[in-house]
C-alpha cells in the first residue's frame, strides 16, 4: 500500500514558477514508477510527466516539455515537480500517482496505469 499527499500549489502569475511535491508512505516508494496527472475544469485527467524508478529515465507531455522537470529523491520518499514559465492554460489540479513496478514506455501516459493517487494540489496560473 502507497499513499501519497501532494503540496506546493498555489496562485501564480504567468511566467512564474511553482514546485510541487508529492510525499509518499510506505517502503515500496524507490521501487514504483511515478508520475504527475493534471486536470482542468471540465476536462479529461492528462498525462504530464513520468518518472522511472531509478530517476534515470523522464517523459513529459509536448505541452510541459522544456518547462517543466519531474525528479524523485527516494531517501525522503518524495516526487517533485518544478514548473516554470507558467502559462493560465497550465491551470489544474495537479495529482502524483504511483505503480508499483517497472511501467512500460506504452503505457506510461496511461492513467489506468497507476494503482495510487494523492488527492491532488490545485495550481492557478493568473493572466
Known amino acids: 500500500q502507497v499513499q501519497l499527499v501532494e503540496s506546493g500549489g498555489g496562485l501564480v502569475q504567468a511566467g512564474g514558477s511553482v514546485r510541487l511535491s508529492c510525499a509518499a508512505s510506505?517502503?515500496?516508494?524507490?521501487?514504483?514508477?511515478m508520475a504527475w496527472f493534471r486536470q482542468a475544469p471540465g476536462k479529461e485527467r492528462e498525462f504530464v510527466a513520468t518518472i522511472a524508478r531509478n530517476g534515470r529515465a523522464t517523459s513529459y507531455a509536448e505541452s510541459v516539455k522544456g518547462r517543466f522537470i519531474i525528479s524523485r529523491d527516494n531517501d525522503k520518499n518524495t516526487l517533485y515537480l518544478q514548473m516554470d514559465s507558467l502559462k493560465p492554460e497550465d491551470s489544474a489540479v495537479y495529482s502524483c500517482?504511483?505503480?508499483?513496478?517497472?511501467?512500460?514506455?506504452?503505457?506510461?501516459?496511461?492513467?489506468?496505469?497507476?494503482?495510487?493517487w494523492g488527492q491532488g494540489t490545485q495550481v492557478t496560473v493568473s493572466s
Open positions: 510506505g517502503r515500496t516508494f524507490s521501487t514504483a514508477a
Open positions: 500517482a504511483a505503480h508499483p513496478a517497472v511501467v512500460s514506455s506504452s503505457y506510461f501516459s496511461s492513467e489506468r496505469t497507476y494503482e495510487y
